[in-house]
């Protein structure tokens, strides 16, 4: 028996995230394991997706699936957002990195900004799932606050997503400060934040509807609003990250530094005649 088609979404899906995951563990492996380098979380979320994508496909194949199935598909599905927004300030802080600028270092992963839109990120999250669980519970009450859950995580998500298109206008004002390879970096985020945006907005606005079943529903909705706003946006953003992450080296900074960047020069004897000059 052949799948549906939102199990056959899922399947290509599962096709292109499991080589995603080995391609972005290759990038950890290279740029770093740590939560401030951004390429651990979009590892992880190309795991979640192939662990979404094999929830779909079980519960499509499922004659009666169970609600505790429904659930665990839907959240699966639904917190998608959090690990790009982690890789994104991540990578954020990575171009950020190795500036004398003042201003620059203030956009580091451990600055207050940072620190705050990480708890809010936390808190949407939170919601999302309670959210997630509230809309198959039994209980009437869970039911409904599940709805004002999921508009409060909707409206925090697209908070966040205004904070870091404001982080990244600021690095592009300051990017004479920032160092030459991590420029390609920056270049990628500009070209992700379009497809990013209507990622959150494909979230958002599925917020905004009264009804769990409306068609921004990533389980239940419109298959076309979901593969053409969630699916399609997401991989675009993971493949343009991964892509400048396999072009940027970001061990040769001091080779090549900030351009224009000063350089000390050494006197040393060249001769009888005079001197020649040299990098300290």
């Known amino acids: 028996m052949g799948l549906p088609d939102r199990g056959i979404v899922a399947a290509v899906q599962l096709a292109l995230y499991v080589p995603m995951v080995l391609l972005t563990l290759l990038l950890v492996f290279r740029h770093g ?48 957002l959090t690990p790009l927004f982690f890789a994104t300030m991540g990578f954020l802080s990575t171009v950020a990195q190795r500036s004398d600028s003042p201003g620059m270092q203030a956009i580091g992963q451990h600055s ?53 298109v404001l982080i990244h206008g600021y690095c592009w004002v300051h990017r004479d400060e920032i160092r030459v390879h991590r420029r390609r970096l920056l270049i990628g985020i500009s070209c992700a934040l379009p497809f990013f945006l209507v990622r959150v907005l494909y979230t958002f606005l599925g917020a905004l509807q009264t009804s769990p079943l409306s068609n921004f529903n990533p389980i239940f909705g419109s298959l076309a ?27 040769l900074d001091e080779e090549y530094p900030v351009k224009n960047e000063p350089q000390e020069y050494d006197a040393v004897p060249n001769g009888p005649g005079g001197q020649q000059y040299a990098r300290a």
């Not at 198959?136 to 998500?157: D, I, M, P």
């Not at 991964?242 to 970001?250: A, D, E, Q, R, Y």
């Open 33 to 80: 394991f740590r939560r401030t380098s951004g390429w651990i979380f979009l590892a992880i979320f190309s795991i979640v997706r192939v662990a979404g994508a094999i929830l779909i496909i079980i519960l499509e194949k499922t004659a009666n699936p169970s609600t505790g199935l429904f659930t665990a598909a839907s959240i699966v599905v639904s917190i998608g």
């Open 112 to 164: 207050k900004i940072f620190r705050i839109l990480h708890l809010v990120i936390i808190v949407g999250m939170a919601l999302v799932i309670s959210a997630t669980v509230g809309i198959t519970s039994e209980n009437s009450n869970s039911r409904k606050n599940s709805s004002s859950q999921r508009k409060a995580g909707g409206v925090l998500f697209l908070i966040v997503y205004i904070a870091l």
């Open 225 to 251: 609003l979901y593969t053409a706003m969630s699916v399609v946006m997401e991989f675009i953003i993971v493949l343009i990250y991964t892509t400048v992450g396999m072009m940027t080296p970001l061990d």
